[in-house]
């Protein structure tokens, strides 16, 4: 099966390469080299499986674009002008079944530069792939000056705009949560005052002190982070929890208020209509609480007498390290589970449970579970096996 296929193997055996790509701008140097002071890196691939991924390297293999290459020895040769040997050969790795090059990345740089090498070959998956992995860059004191020299070196290229201006956003943001007393200021200073990008970005900081986000109001911009207000407004800019496709992001048209309508927490009950692109509007049940109804309550004399007993196979949740008190996602919930209502002292049992035929906003099964509670109540709970977050986020920094 060509699925089950190492292609990744087939590049590192260069007897069945027919391409060589050489680098002029990006050069290597050695004790082997001193003859000739340095010689180009270089780097062999196989021109079909490249056609496959790149329709740009394919027009160039069937003479339709100039390559400017050269035939060597029976390999033709293409000289790259404009990447470094590491950019490009990271996203023919990754077009060959390497996806650690992309995903293992922590050099938002050469990050940066392998996107441009994904765009200018029309590579459309792994585009949005550096792009998710660059929008998950985590950002610490540690490597804060080196995502801004980054963002400093790419900012006004073309079609880096979005991401730049997010991750400064997200640099101000996880700064601002570190400097808390005139101390932190001091010692932030101390340490990066030889940096010279330490003024400008304070002058940042600065600039932010006190402006809210004209999407989310905050001070301290919510983007990403779960969308839990009473009445969500109209107008506000959101995306589907989760979800990093474009096409998930959209804008709240309308919102559907349910009089007497509340979760097992007293909640709101709402529901709200989403534009997301230019896909129909799609509706979406929406409470302001942002956990699963329900939990495992498997060892339920540990919780009255705050004992924890550790249990083996157990019989309640079926799963060899119970999972107590873990929030309840299983795609076949089985009648007799003792649950509780998570966050309460409600426990109960699961008296049935319905698949109906619709789907939630990500694709799956949604279930209507029906609880017995030992003082006669009971009460239907809705239940989204895939997902145990709220349908919707702030999505502030999208055009």
Known sequence: MLSEFDFLSELLNEDLCDIQFEFDNDQQS???????????????????????????????????????????????????????????????????????????CTDLALLFEMLLVSKKYMMDK???????????????????????SAIEGWKEMAGFEDICSFLTKMCIKETKKDLKSAEDVYEFWTNNRDNELLCSFL?????TRGISCINCKAEDCLDGET???????VGLKVKLSGSTD?????????????????????GMMNKVKVKFGIDKEQTIQYSSVNF?????????SAHMHNQVESEVDCKNCNNEECLDEQVFLSDNPIVGTKVRV???????????????????????????????FPNGKSGDFPFFHSKNISPLSFACNTD
Do not use: M
Not at 346 to 371: E, M, P, Q, V
């Open 203 to 207: 002058d940042q900081l600065t600039a």
């Open 342 to 372: 998570t966050g309460t002292t409600r426990i109960g049992k699961i008296f049935t449970s319905t698949k109906t035929s619709s789907l939630d906003a990500w694709g799956s099964n949604i279930f209507i579970i029906h609880c017995a």
């Open 292 to 300: 699963s109804p329900l939990s495992y309550l498997c060892n339920a």
């Open 126 to 148: 792994l585009t949005n792939f550096i792009r998710e992995t660059i929008f998950k860059t985590k950002i610490s004191r540690k490597n804060l000056f080196d995502i801004l």
């Open 30 to 104: 050695g004790l082997e080299n001193r003859e000739n002071a340095a010689t180009p890196k270089k780097f062999k691939a196989q021109k079909l499986l490249l056609s496959y991924v790149s329709p740009v390297l394919r027009r160039q293999f069937n003479g339709q674009i100039p390559s400017g290459g050269k035939v060597e020895k029976d390999i033709e040769v293409v000289k790259i002008k404009e990447f470094s040997h590491q950019a490009f050969s990271s996203c023919i790795k990754y077009a060959y079944g390497d996806k650690d090059v992309v995903a293992g």
């Open 246 to 266: 474009a096409r998930k992001f959209g804008v709240i048209q309308t919102v559907i208020f349910k009089l007497n309508s509340t979760d097992s927490w007293g």
């Open 227 to 233: 969308v839990l207000l009473a009445e969500p407004p």
